[in-house]
């Protein structure tokens, strides 16, 4: 079983925009609703938005018509477009199925919102 790798954090200003990928095994990816999970410092892991095998999505309420999420189910690769950043979304961000898989966590990716 092969973790997902996470891509595209880095340094941006408030008000700014990342873009986030996650390319992860197709026995996994294609057969499950997919997230994207974020845990902050000295936080729990918490889940910000899905999308399902038909790309049904659901955002949590702190990132509603910021973020979008969307699945490329030829590719295996799922993404997560971050815009007018707020420095409350710095945390690591990771993709795993919804409910999550414990031994699918990847390394997640950093993203840093400066003030």
């Known amino acids: 079983q092969v973790q997902p790798v996470e891509s595209g954090g880095g340094l941006v200003q408030a008000g700014g925009s990342l873009r986030l990928s996650c390319a992860a095994s197709?026995?996994?990816?294609?057969?499950?609703?997919m997230g994207w999970y974020r845990q902050a410092p000295g936080k729990e892991r918490d889940l910000v938005a899905r999308?399902?095998?038909?790309?049904?999505?659901n955002y949590a309420d702190s990132v509603k018509g910021r973020f979008s999420i969307s699945r490329d189910n030829v590719k295996n690769t799922m993404y997560l477009q971050m815009n007018v950043l707020k420095p409350e979304d710095t945390a690591f961000y990771y993709c795993?199925?919804?409910?999550?898989?414990?031994?699918?966590w990847g390394q997640g990716t950093q993203v840093t919102v400066s003030a």
């Open positions: 197709g026995n996994i990816f294609s057969y499950n609703t």
């Open positions: 999308i399902s095998t038909s790309s049904v999505t």
């Open positions: 795993n199925t919804v409910p999550p898989i414990g031994v699918f």
